[in-house]
């Protein structure tokens, strides 16, 4: 007869594989489903019928001692020994009082070796068996489920990531041309982001291929007085002398606050002394002050 394991083992022991089996079969895994009613509600109503079959479980337990001889009884008692912990950790390790009893000895003779065939320790057996067992969840709920599909998780993950940024945005306001300024902290962010989505016309530095050089002071658009502005409001609005420079920022093609960076990058490699060794030919009008447009 099988010793009864106590309930505080048993009871989080199947609520923990309930809980799995949610997670790997239904893909309920978000904190919103954990604290919902209805969750809680069927958890309360598990565990009262965990404890009632324990109870259930411990009542036929000590009505099947009553049917056992004395002989069986006592060799019952004498495994059940100490408290729970005391009997796991010989489940799992053997008693090693009777590790060495009858063990097959194997002789190997040429090298005076003498070696126990000992059993596999428990918790190596147990181990190996739970691996199995994971396994064929994994490889099951991987071939039919969407439960570790990396295309899955990606599109989940990707998901959630839009639904950040519109958080962030409500919470942020974009940068508009009103409220734009050069900001010399975004330098740094707004090359990166100008290598990205600018430098195939322009170059990463700035000096011109497709489009033109914009380290020079010629200007083919000269919308707004203030330079970094008009930076801004190009980007924004696109280009009516070029349709090529299409409007990013009115289209929602890049955002404000992105604008906004690349505007400090931009305006940053216009304004200071080092320019391009090598760079496009003027095109457009220059401007000496942009205070005096």
Same mark, same amino acid.
């Given at each position: 007869m099988r010793s009864k394991i106590p309930s505080f083992i048993i009871i989080p022991f199947f609520l923990s594989v309930i809980i799995f089996i949610l997670y790997i079969f239904?893909?309920?895994?978000?904190?919103?489903?954990?604290?919902?009613p209805i969750t809680i509600f069927f958890f309360i109503i598990i565990t009262i019928l965990l404890f009632i079959l324990d109870s259930i479980n411990n009542l036929i337990y000590r009505r099947k001692l009553k049917f056992l001889t004395e002989e069986e009884r006592r060799k019952i008692f004498e495994e059940d020994e100490g408290n729970y912990?005391?009997?796991?950790?010989?489940?799992?390790?053997?008693?090693?009082?009777k590790m060495n009893q009858g063990v097959k000895k194997i002789d190997h003779g040429f090298d005076g070796i003498l070696e126990l065939d000992n059993k596999l320790p428990m918790w190596w057996v147990h181990l190996f068996y739970t691996t199995i067992f994971f396994s064929a969840i994994y490889f099951f709920s991987y071939l039919f489920m969407d439960f570790s599909n990396?295309?899955?998780?990606?599109?989940?993950?990707?998901?959630?990531?839009?639904?950040?940024?519109?958080?962030?945005?409500?919470?942020?306001p974009q940068v508009t041309i009103e409220n734009a300024f050069f900001n010399p902290?975004?330098?740094?962010? +707004?090359?990166? @982001?100008?290598?990205?989505?600018?430098?195939?016309?322009?170059?990463? =530095?700035?000096?011109? !291929? *497709? +489009?033109?050089? @914009?380290t020079d002071d010629y200007w083919i658009n000269i919308i707004e007085k =203030?330079?970094?502005? !008009? *930076?801004f409001s190009i980007i924004w609005y696109g280009s009516k002398n070029n349709p090529t420079m299409r409007a990013f920022g009115q289209s929602g093609e890049i955002k404000g606050n992105d604008i906004h960076?690349?505007?400090?990058?931009?305006?940053?490699?216009?304004?200071?002394?080092?320019?391009?060794?090598?760079?496009?030919?003027?095109?457009?009008?220059?401007?000496?002050?942009w205070n005096k447009i």
């Amino acid at each position: 007869m099988r010793s009864k394991i106590p309930s505080f083992i048993i009871i989080p022991f199947f609520l923990s594989v309930i809980i799995f089996i949610l997670y790997i079969f239904f893909g309920i895994d978000h904190r919103s489903y954990i604290v919902n009613p209805i969750t809680i509600f069927f958890f309360i109503i598990i565990t009262i019928l965990l404890f009632i079959l324990d109870s259930i479980n411990n009542l036929i337990y000590r009505r099947k001692l009553k049917f056992l001889t004395e002989e069986e009884r006592r060799k019952i008692f004498e495994e059940d020994e100490g408290n729970y912990f005391y009997r796991f950790y010989k489940f799992l390790f053997h008693d090693s009082k009777k590790m060495n009893q009858g063990v097959k000895k194997i002789d190997h003779g040429f090298d005076g070796i003498l070696e126990l065939d000992n059993k596999l320790p428990m918790w190596w057996v147990h181990l190996f068996y739970t691996t199995i067992f994971f396994s064929a969840i994994y490889f099951f709920s991987y071939l039919f489920m969407d439960f570790s599909n990396p295309y899955k998780e990606y599109e989940i993950a990707y998901k959630n990531q839009l639904r950040e940024i519109d958080i962030f945005e409500k919470k942020k306001p974009q940068v508009t041309i009103e409220n734009a300024f050069f900001n010399p902290k975004f330098i740094d962010s +707004g090359k990166a @982001l100008f290598e990205e989505n600018c430098s195939t016309c322009h170059q990463s =530095d700035g000096s011109g !291929n *497709i +489009g033109p050089n @914009l380290t020079d002071d010629y200007w083919i658009n000269i919308i707004e007085k =203030d330079l970094f502005k !008009n *930076i801004f409001s190009i980007i924004w609005y696109g280009s009516k002398n070029n349709p090529t420079m299409r409007a990013f920022g009115q289209s929602g093609e890049i955002k404000g606050n992105d604008i906004h960076k690349i505007s400090s990058y931009v305006y940053f490699i216009n304004i200071q002394s080092k320019k391009p060794i090598k760079y496009k030919a003027p095109q457009g009008k220059k401007n000496m002050d942009w205070n005096k447009i």
